[in-house]
């Protein structure tokens, strides 16, 4: 959104709590959007950005609930399937689940039948419960690696795309994600963060039935803070 | 040269120092090669390589003094000409000195006025004092995280390549050279062994003149033990 700002020479404000990696913090400056900080202990993000939005009269760009958000997250799988062809399995990360919701919804109609597996770190599995007792569960400020599933529930839009287009939900420690993510680092070369190497977990720790089969897995997310995440290997 | 055999059905030994990062030694292994280490406090690995070659009857493939091998590694200054047209600078890691004798060459042909800067730890600056010098330097296993530039000197082919092709050399700091490595990682969301960050660290770090130029940086290497690294951050 920094990014985007910068080239269409739109101000941009971004809410970010105070613990966010140090590499996201400084390469959103550094893209010069003006950043928001907050205590994620006493307040919750959501509340801060309308508010900030509210006092400064700007746009809201929410993370996941908006269906132009869903649609745009949803062309990770519909050029992966594109350039792949047809899968029989798509492993997405899930926080609010506009990713999975999009991707789901992408998959559902360019390779009809592929089974769209939501993976979640273990310390925030609301979706999970939410999935499986098909009623709305939330968590508060999980403790977990993937600092970008630390999202409280799904959304207004999101869950019902969820329950209607994802196949299954499973979830993942902070130690099998650390191990997804370091192979992914040394032996692909790709710099996936936490939270972006949820799906390769979910794929290599879970032991599904994907032999043979054809296996898409989205990656997203390459704010990596080394730093922190040395302590984990 | 691991996946090159298993490709091409020949059986290969690499030899290859004890402390190798492990992500080297298992990838290696695990493309089917088998590995003979050795202690390089006590032993020089080409008498190693040379012994074992001797002893089993193999054709022997040395890392960097071979003109075909040489040839090979220029191919990354070529592809890089052919890509972004001409350049003023182009900076290159140093070990052995395959790689920017090929590089040079290369870019002597395809650019020419192009500067051909080497790179080296300052720990193992032989290849620098060589090319001050214009005598064959050594130096017996340097101490530096660049562990792929621990060789002991450039080679009967490349060093008088070095002399005639390359512009100039500089060293950097393991410290320099990990902040160098971080940023390609953090930013770029590119993983580089540091050895092969060489030739970045030498471009950020030495304030060479080269604002307004087009300048090429060969990155060279993913073979990066994150276990090992995290102590320099």
New interface residues.
Partial sequence: VALAGKLLGVRVTIVMPEDAPA?KIE?TRGYGAEIVLYDKRKEVREEVAERTARERGLTMIPPFDHVQVIAGQGTAAKELIEDAGPLDFLFVPVSGGGLISGCAVAASHLSPGCKVIGVEPEAGDDATRSFRTKTLQSCRNPDTIADGARTHSLGKLTFPLVLRYVYDMVTVSDAELARAM?CL???M???VEPTGALGAAGLFERGLPVGGKRVGVILSG?N????LI?KY?
Avoid: H, N
Wanted: proline share 0%.
């Fill in positions: 590499v390469a370091l680092w040394e032996r070369k790709i710099i390459g990596a803070d080394f730093k040395a290997f």
